[in-house]
């Protein structure tokens, strides 16, 4: 009988599982390696004192037949789905989702900015090719939705969120993340509220009880999966991979979900030219604070987007109001996302920075001076978003190419250096098991269902 082909996984996230998860364990011997004490990654949660909580809300956006079979497998009976009620609070008030198609409250001055730019943009950029999302963000911004949603809205939220200047970083992000209307929706949406919904995540689904972990360990069990056990070094050359547990594993294909630059440094012997590509990978962090709080129903609200320097906070959500299940009865809970620059997340032992959290969500009128916080929880997520370099496209084809020459996947958000979501990156690892054994890589359609 032939030997079986032995695949190491780095990574317990949602990508690397997927990609053990869909190899054949007749024809594969699958070993994950996973740093932290859980599965999961940017998709586990943790409970506190009854109240669970994700790594900022982690909701379920399916386009595709084959993913949602498979979590309605995994989650049989577990699942919520969702209606999406998010906002934006600005000047004082809250003004639905998107902004750029929502402009009714908002100061008249505002509205007229907003709505003039709008038309005077459509007008002068009619062209596709002058709003191309290569160009940075800024210009394409400015073209696309003109000077006054700009200036009221994408400038300083981008800003908070991405924590770079906007002109460092393009467009080619946005995709099916940013909402682009036509004049006629921004009209009616400046003279009243709207009935229209826009985006990719107008539904969602999520789990009824445990949070998003229950995904994350569905699709883990029965893998083989080493828990506290960090990829040390990868000898690419002699294809070996040293664990922090002293342990040497061989492999025929080794799939990386890691931070790509986490990989590449620990990679000794380089060539050159990838070498000095790897410290040229730019990223934000974030920092999410769960707070657990001893009021039902602070908010309707699935989340709230905040745009102004006051705020310190860029989206505030409401777990309890994805799933009644998650927190104690007569509680709430919240996500609180602060976007720092790349690995410089604020001082949060310090107790003025809950107060100056606090100071923000009481203005906002999501707290009342009465409320008391049951649970604070601080996670910093270092590698939280990638920032699209004019130079990342043609970085990546070259890392990628010489990864994939050396039997070497880096796939998943962060593996393959990407703006993703957990559908893409469970694609992204079923892919690969595809590629390794040697299967069609187009055995699902890869067009969306709708
Ligand atoms: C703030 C934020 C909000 C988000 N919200 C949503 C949402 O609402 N909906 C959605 O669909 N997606 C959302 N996402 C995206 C989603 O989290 C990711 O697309 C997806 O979970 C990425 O999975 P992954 O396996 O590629 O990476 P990861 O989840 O990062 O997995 C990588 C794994 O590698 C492990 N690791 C790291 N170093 C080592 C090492 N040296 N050795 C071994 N293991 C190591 C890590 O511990 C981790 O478990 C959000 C992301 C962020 C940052």
Redesign the pocket.
């Given at each position: 009988m032939k030997n079986k082909s032995k695949v190491v996984v780095?990574?317990?996230?949602?990508?690397?599982?997927?990609a053990a998860y869909h190899l054949d364990p007749a024809h594969h011997d699958v070993r994950i390696?996973?740093?932290?004490g859980s599965?999961?990654?940017?998709?586990?949660s943790v409970t506190l004192k009854g109240f669970t909580f994700?790594?900022?809300?982690?909701?379920?956006?399916l386009h595709y037949d084959y993913t949602k079979g498979l979590i309605q497998k995994l989650l049989a009976g577990n699942l919520y789905t969702c209606i999406r009620k998010a906002s934006i609070f600005s000047n004082g008030v809250q003004t639905e989702y998107p902004f750029q198609a929502n402009t009714f409250g908002l100061p008249k001055k505002v509205i007229s900015e907003c709505v003039e730019g709008f038309k005077e943009a459509v007008k002068k950029y009619s062209d596709p090719a002058l709003r191309s999302t290569s160009l940075p963000f800024a210009d394409w911004s400015l073209r696309t939705f003109g000077a006054g949603i700009h200036k009221h809205f994408m400038k300083p939220y981008n800003e908070k969120l991405w924590q770079v200047d906007l002109k460092e970083m393009t467009a080619e992000w946005c995709g099916m993340f940013v909402p682009q209307p036509k004049v006629g929706d921004v009209v009616a949406g400046s003279q009243k509220r709207p009935k229209k919904s826009f985006g990719y995540?107008a539904t969602?689904l999520y789990p009824k009880k445990g949070g998003i972990q229950v995904l994350s360990e569905s699709i883990a069990k029965g893998l083989d999966v080493r828990l506290n056990?960090?990829?040390?070094e990868v000898l690419w050359r002699e294809k070996k991979v040293r664990?922090?547990n002293g342990d040497v594993l061989d492999y025929d294909s080794l799939v990386s979900?890691?931070?790509l630059a986490?990989?590449l440094k620990?990679m000794p012997g380089l060539p050159p030219e990838i070498e000095c590509l790897k410290a040229r990978l730019r990223f934000t962090s974030?920092l999410?604070v769960n707070l657990g709080v001893d009021r039902s129903k602070i908010s309707d609200r699935s989340w709230i987007y905040f745009p102004e320097k006051k705020f310190p906070f860029y989206r505030v959500g409401f777990p309890m109001n994805f799933t009644p299940h998650i927190v104690p009865k007569g509680c709430s809970s919240m996500y609180v996302?602060v976007g720092c620059p790349a690995g410089k997340v604020p001082d949060f032992k310090n107790p003025d920075f809950l107060k100056g959290i606090r100071k923000g969500l009481e203005e906002a009128k999501i707290l009342k001076k009465s409320d008391k916080i049951l649970v604070a929880d601080y996670i910093p997520?270092r590698?939280?978003?990638v920032v699209y370099t004019p130079e990342r496209k043609a970085q990546m084809e070259k890392i990628l190419k010489f990864l994939n020459g050396n039997s070497i996947h880096s796939?998943?958000?962060?593996?393959?250096w990407k703006y993703?979501?957990?559908?893409?990156?469970i694609l992204?690892?079923k892919k690969t098991a595809e590629l390794i054994s040697g299967a069609s890589p187009a055995r699902e359609p890869l067009s969306p269902s709708r």
């Open positions: 780095l990574g317990g996230g949602l990508a690397g599982l997927s390696a996973e740093k932290s599965v999961g990654g940017t998709a586990r994700d790594i900022t809300g982690h909701l379920l956006h995540n969602f056990c960090a990829a040390d664990l922090s979900t890691l931070p986490e990989l620990r974030v999410c996302e997520i590698y939280a978003y796939i998943g958000r962060y593996g393959a993703s979501f957990m559908e893409e990156a992204d690892g």
